[in-house]
């Protein structure tokens, strides 16, 4: 399966993404069942950008 590297932007409250946005980046990086060494520093990114989102998400609305 091809890896894409996505371009990081810079966050605003306009344009942040979604728990499931970044799950679904965070799988992504995942997909061959190991995470290549090279892109570990994004999913540590994606990761606690994840955890930002989850605890914005509201009850109820689980993403």
């Known amino acids: 399966m091809p890896h894409f590297h996505r371009t990081t932007l810079p966050r605003t409250k306009e344009n942040r ?3 499931a946005e970044l799950n679904a980046r965070i799988r992504e990086l995942w997909a061959d069942g190991e995470l290549p ?14 955890a930002a989102a989850t605890s914005r998400t509201p009850a109820g609305h689980a993403a």
């Open 37 to 50: 060494e090279e892109r570990r520093r994004e999913y540590e990114a994606l990761v606690v950008q994840w």
């Open 17 to 19: 993404l979604s728990a």
